[in-house]
């Protein structure tokens, strides 16, 4: 009899109950309903805001964006107003798989996002999004994933390399993708020895943001296409039949984690804050001759929003939306760039605040911490005030924009709270969200979103689930992202660290299980990631990585 215990997390990104139990009650998802009647299922709160980059980093790590250091995919590189990428160098507390390495346990860990570059680990890495896979460094050790495309596919990769706005041939890009961790992880339940296993599938978030027009009959840009809809429904009835074959190769003592780092909804409007920053003299512009020009022109209707369909008229561009939100700037986006108003025409100097990121982030230009801060210390807390107060009279069609108003200090606590935005402003069911694609991108505050037609939700899904041995059955409750790593740390009995913030879910537990397990805490996170590299490089020295 194999008694050791195995946690498998399957990560979904994006996934909601909003889908999934009306799929279970169709008879769709069998194998949820199975997991669902056996196990512990509930929601999971995100993180404020619900990012994938700041949620994944604190289901991971068991610790609010504060203490991590990770608040968006990106933030401002010090010193400076470039804004720079994040990755998983700025990760700023271990990862649950450092500790888990830290006790010597052997761990897989595949698509999870922020983890590009690959650090060392006890096992093997495969980076999550964002991700470069045509540098080719996004494995650890390198060797893990040539072996895989040797035993699955040649071509196996784990990125999008299609245009969302290529609807039909982003959606065959995602399966595609789906199949292919679901392939990795059936191989390593197959042929590697391991403690703690964890991969995200991303297709539900990936399509989910192009897809909803199809599913809100309510959504400005609704379309009646029922095959796009039954196409976004397979991607859940395809993560079913996943999850049945990952049931079929448990262990008797394994247990199952589900977690999604946030929900997903319909987004019907994008705003424009740094323009309503600017109509309400908080952002001010340039008065050199390059930018007086811009903003004339742009006063007379010459924005990028234009521009683009302009040049999908003369045949310049093929989709207008899919130019001018791509990564990858085009010769076109480049030269609509250069005469539509930026980044670069903001008047640091003059500049009392201005947005940054994906979710309604507001930074005030503070003096001392941004290179040209004009406010001071003194005329902080009345800056934000005022900004508070402002925002909460922004109104559409009579309708509250931001309903959801938050201060730094209600959000976030921990050493990197200085990367924070200063305020945070979300409307409570996303149907308003900032859009980041164009600073200036309309002359209007507020438009039909440009890109997306579905976007994050604040609650994601949790299960727990063993088959009955040590986790309760039926029992539904709700917990929080950062409940996830210390949860898992105690299924292996191995101490909390006393800096999470996270606690462990004992509801999800049989009362023999928490009875005879005690709680324990320890570990300073410095010692911790010490001691990481200290088992990597005794593991290194005898072979076994």
């Not at 390495?101 to 897989?108: A, C, D, E, T």
């Not at 595609?176 to 992880?185: M, S």
């Amino acid at each position: 009899m194999d008694t050791k215990t195995r946690v498998i997390v399957v990560g979904i990104d994006g996934a909601t109950w909003d889908l999934i139990i009306p799929l279970v009650k169709k008879g769709k998802m069998p194998t949820f309903k199975k997991l669902m009647k056996e196990g512990v299922w509930g929601l999971l709160e995100s993180t404020e805001p619900p990012i994938s980059s700041a949620s994944w980093t604190t289901i991971t790590t068991g610790v609010n964006p504060g203490k991590h250091g990770i608040f968006d995919f990106s933030r401002r590189k010090d010193g400076t107003y470039e804004i720079r990428p994040l990755s998983s160098k700025d990760v700023r507390v271990p990862r649950v798989w450092d500790i888990l390495g830290y006790y010597g346990k052997k761990v897989y860990i595949i698509n999870v996002p922020m983890t590009y570059p690959p650090k060392k680990v006890n096992g093997a890495l495969i980076s999550g999004f964002p991700c470069p896979e045509d540098k080719n460094d996004f494995s650890y050790p390198p060797r893990f994933i040539e072996e895989l495309r040797a035993k699955i596919d040649r071509d196996i990769h784990f990125q999008n390399r299609i245009s969302p706005h290529q609807e039909r041939e982003f959606f065959e890009e995602m399966m595609k993708i789906t199949d292919y961790l679901a392939e990795t992880v059936n191989y390593i339940l197959k042929n590697k020895e391991f403690d703690f296993l964890m991969s995200v599938f991303t297709a539900p978030d990936a399509v989910g943001h192009v897809f909803f027009k199809y599913l809100d009959e309510n959504h400005p840009k609704f379309e009646n296409k029922k095959e796009f809809v039954d196409a976004y429904f397979s991607i859940y009835t395809k993560l079913d039949e996943i999850l049945e074959s990952i049931l079929n190769r448990l262990k008797e003592n394994d247990k199952l984690l589900i977690v999604s780092d946030h929900g997903f909804t319909s987004v019907y409007y994008g705003v424009a804050l740094n323009k309503w920053l600017m109509e309400k003299g908080y952002l001010r512009l340039k008065r050199r001759p390059s930018t007086l020009f811009k903003r004339f022109l742009f006063n007379l209707g010459i924005t990028p929003e234009n521009l683009f369909r302009i040049a999908k008229k003369l045949n310049l561009v093929k989709k207008a939306q899919e130019e001018a939100y791509r990564e990858s700037k085009s010769f076109i986006r480049k030269i609509v760039d250069f005469i539509t108003i930026g980044w670069d025409d903001i008047d640091w100097s003059k500049t009392k605040a201005y947005s940054q990121g994906n979710f309604g982030q507001i930074f005030i230009n503070l003096k001392g911490r941004e290179p040209q801060g004009c406010v001071t210390l003194e005329e902080y807390n009345d800056i934000v005030d005022k900004i508070i107060s402002d925002l909460k009279e922004l109104r559409f069609n009579g309708e509250r924009v931001f309903d959801i108003i938050k201060r730094r200090d209600e959000v976030y606590k921990g050493d990197f709270v200085k990367y924070a935005p200063d305020i945070i402003c979300l409307h409570s069911n996303s149907k308003f969200v900032v859009s980041r694609f164009f600073e200036f991108g309309s002359r209007k505050i507020i438009t039909i979103h440009p890109v997306w037609s579905g976007t994050h939700d604040k609650f994601g899904i949790f299960l727990a689930w063993d088959g009955g041995k040590d986790i309760n059955e039926g029992k539904n409750i709700t917990a929080k992202v950062e409940d996830v790593t210390p949860t898992v740390l105690y299924m292996f009995g191995i101490p909390i660290p006393k800096y999470m913030d996270g606690r462990v879910l004992t509801e999800i537990f049989k009362v023999y299980y928490i009875t005879t397990r005690k709680i324990s805490y320890n570990h300073p996170k410095r010692d911790v990631r010490n001691r990481t590299r200290e088992v990597v490089k005794m593991l290194r020295k005898e072979k076994r990585l």
